[in-house]
């Protein structure tokens, strides 16, 4: 009679920890990088990573798993693919410092045969650096967007900045596209739409080079880079598509009520 009591206690522990529902967790992983030119040991490579992923989902391990894979695809690239967060950096590091060698190796030693500069300007040529961040953002239903901001400078004038908008799919963990959420010829459509509100946001703005009249108009459209929120969807254009390097990134929201004609019926 005792065991029978143990067995069915354990059993209805089990049962009940199966009914418990997972929570969503995010987490943050953050590692750095840094490599040293063998020309000069002032020159190097730095790469600082802080990516948000997913340490427990809602929908289980196994979509847990799927989102994570596509995060690391967004963040990386497709070589990636089927490696965790802290695989995918290793790997991308170690591929970063084999062509920072041979890229900034050439640079610096072309520099130092055929130009008599100080030491300085070498180290400003050939000190590199990348910096990438992420995060969740806005959420609309089984939509979620993640962006991923990025900065890297390979020895010009000044580094170049991103901020780059994606879309997850909460149910099947893959990423959606623009295209995924539209009619057909949304595009031209869409692109009235954008630029009717990037005008409206920027035309008030009063500095010079953020001003609407500045923008090269033919390249506010749907471009791609796209996440949603509850207001609508978000389209960000970076330094040079559409405006100078100074005006940074351009980001034009256009309302849900506005775009519902245009939308897919999923």
């Known amino acids: 009679m005792r065991h029978q009591l143990i067995f069915i206690s354990a059993l209805a522990a089990l049962t009940f920890a199966s009914c418990v529902k997972q929570e969503t967790k ?49 963040c990386f690239d497709e070589s990636q693919a089927g490696k965790t967060v802290r695989e995918a950096f290793d790997d991308y590091c170690k591929h970063a410092a084999e062509e920072y060698q041979k890229d900034a190796g050439e640079l610096y030693q072309d520099i130092a045969n055929n130009l008599e500069e100080d030491e300085e300007f070498l180290w400003s040529i050939c000190r590199w650096s990348e910096n990438v961040s992420s995060e969740f ?16 400078y390979l ?29 057909e010829g949304y595009a031209e459509p869409v692109a009235a739409l954008i630029r009717e509100y990037a005008e409206k946001k920027y035309s008030s703005e009063g500095e010079e ?49 506005a775009l519902q004609e245009l939308l897919a019926q999923e």
């Open 26 to 74: 995010e987490t943050v992983f953050q590692s750095e990088f840094k490599y040293t030119l063998e020309q000069n040991d002032s020159c190097n490579l730095e790469i600082v990573y802080s990516l948000a992923y997913y340490e427990t989902f809602a929908g289980g391990d196994e979509l847990r798993d799927k989102l994570n894979g596509t995060i690391v695809e967004l």
């Open 137 to 152: 953002r806005g959420r609309v239903e089984n939509l979620q967007t993640y962006c991923v901001f990025t900065y890297n």
């Open 209 to 257: 080079d953020f001003t609407y009249d500045l923008f090269t108009i033919e390249g506010l459209v749907p471009n791609g880079c796209c996440g949603v929120s509850e207001e609508g969807i978000t389209w960000n254009y970076q330094p040079y598509e559409i405006a100078s390097y100074a005006a940074g990134v351009i980001s034009v929201t256009v309302p849900w009520e």
């Open 155 to 183: 020895g010009g004038a000044h580094g170049m900045n991103y901020e780059s908008l994606y879309l997850l799919d909460l149910k099947s963990g893959e990423r959606v596209r623009e295209e995924e959420l539209f009619k």
